[in-house]
Antibody, heavy 119, light 107 residues
Framework: HLVESGGGLVKPGGSLRLSCAASGFFFRTYEMNWVRQAPGKGLEWVAR???????NYADSVNGRFAISRDNAKDSLFLQMSSLRAEDTAVYYC???????????????WGQGTLVTVSS | DIQMTQSPSSLSVSIGDRVIITCRASQSIDNYLNWYQQRPGKAPRLLIYNAYSLQPGVPSRFSGSGSGTLFTLTINSLQPEDFATYYCQQSYNTPYIFGLGTKLEIK
C-alpha cells in the first residue's frame, strides 16, 4: 500500500517535496520509483532509487529533482525544485516488484498526488 | 535511450471482440516489457510483466507475447471493464520509457 502526499499549487521556479508512505511490505528491500502523468497525457517515468540508495533520473528532471528514501520510516520522497509549467502532473509513487538484473515491473501504484505549477 | 512505439493510439471495439495492441522497441530489450491498464481517473494497474507473465489477479483473457523488439498484448473476448487505456513499458534499463498508450473505445 502506497500513499502519496505533498502535492499542490506552486509558482514557476518554486519548490515542493512529495512524500510516499509505504505499508504492508518490507520497504527497505525494494527499489522505488516516481512516475508522473500530465493532464490528458501518457505516463512518464521520473526517477528511481535502489534499495541501497543509488538513483537515476529522467533527462527532463535531472538536476532539478531529487529522489530519496527513509527506510526507518518506510517513506519515499521527491524533492522538486526550479519547477516549470510542464512539471504539472499527477505524481505516482510506485514499487519495483521485479527481481534480478533488468527485471523490473511496477506494482503497486499509489493513488497519485497532483502538482500544479502556475503563476 | 530506448524508444517505444505503441500502436494503434486508439481503437473502437465491441464487447466480445479480440484486441491486439503492438509495442515496438528501438533496440532489443530481450523480454523486459510490461503492460499496464489505466481506467479513467485511476492509477495504472500492472497486467503483464516480462512480456508474457500474467500478474496474479489479472483475468486470463489478457496475454502478452514477443521478445527482442516486437511485443503484443492480446485481450480475448473484451469485457465492459476492459475499456481503458493500455501502456507498454520497457524495463531493460533506465529511463523506463512508456509507450504513448492505446485507448479502447466502445464502438
Amino acid at each position: 500500500h502506497l500513499v502519496e502526499s505533498g502535492g499542490g499549487l506552486v509558482k514557476p521556479g518554486g519548490s515542493l517535496r512529495l512524500s510516499c508512505a509505504a505499508s504492508g511490505f518490507f520497504f527497505r528491500t525494494y527499489e522505488m520509483n516516481w512516475v508522473r502523468q500530465a493532464p490528458g497525457k501518457g505516463l512518464e517515468w521520473v526517477a528511481r532509487i535502489s534499495d541501497s540508495g543509488s538513483t537515476n533520473y529522467a533527462d527532463s528532471v535531472n538536476g532539478r529533482f531529487a529522489i530519496s528514501r527513509d527506510n526507518a520510516k518506510d517513506s519515499l520522497f521527491l524533492q522538486m525544485s526550479s519547477l516549470r509549467a510542464e512539471d504539472t502532473a499527477v505524481y505516482y509513487c510506485v514499487r519495483d516488484s521485479g527481481y534480478g538484473p533488468n527485471s523490473n515491473w511496477f506494482d503497486p501504484w499509489g493513488q497519485g498526488t497532483l502538482v500544479t505549477v502556475s503563476s | 535511450d530506448i524508444q517505444m512505439t505503441q500502436s494503434p493510439s486508439s481503437l473502437s471495439v465491441s464487447i466480445g471482440d479480440r484486441v491486439i495492441i503492438t509495442c515496438r522497441a528501438s533496440q532489443s530489450i530481450d523480454n523486459y516489457l510490461n503492460w499496464y491498464q489505466q481506467r479513467p481517473g485511476k492509477a495504472p494497474r500492472l497486467l503483464i510483466y516480462n512480456a508474457y507473465s500474467l500478474q496474479p489477479g489479472v483475468p486470463s483473457r489478457f496475454s502478452g507475447s514477443g521478445s527482442g523488439t516486437l511485443f503484443t498484448l492480446t485481450i480475448n473476448s473484451l469485457q465492459p471493464e476492459d475499456f481503458a487505456t493500455y501502456y507498454c513499458q520497457q524495463s531493460y534499463n533506465t529511463p523506463y520509457i512508456f509507450g504513448l498508450g492505446t485507448k479502447l473505445e466502445i464502438k
